[in-house]
């Protein structure tokens, strides 16, 4: 799979430019074919730089762990 935080510079390159989500939809889809971001995600990504948050790093998601393990149950 094609480098997810690649696509996300593109993302903000796009977006900076003034693109829309739908023609860097298009554009990432073109470079990166079937390894692309879905479409929801490029949303989701342009959405994040809207609201002026223009990190790249994915968010911290609270809930459950994505493991179960931890040192105390080792």
Request: glycine share 6%.
């Given at each position: 799979?094609?480098?997810?935080?690649?696509?996300?510079?593109?993302?903000?390159?796009?977006?900076?430019?003034?693109?829309?989500?739908?023609?860097?939809?298009?554009?990432?889809?073109?470079?990166?074919?079937?390894?692309?971001?879905?479409?929801?995600?490029?949303?989701?990504?342009?959405?994040?730089?809207?609201?002026?948050?223009?990190?790249?790093?994915?968010?911290?998601?609270?809930?459950?762990?994505?493991?179960?393990?931890?040192?105390e149950n080792i």
């Amino acid at each position: 799979m094609a480098d997810l935080k690649e696509q996300c510079v593109f993302i903000k390159f796009y977006f900076l430019l003034g693109k829309t989500a739908a023609e860097t939809d298009t554009m990432l889809r073109e470079a990166f074919k079937e390894e692309a971001l879905s479409q929801a995600r490029v949303y989701e990504w342009f959405s994040r730089f809207k609201r002026g948050d223009m990190s790249l790093e994915d968010q911290s998601r609270s809930g459950c762990p994505s493991t179960g393990r931890t040192d105390e149950n080792i």
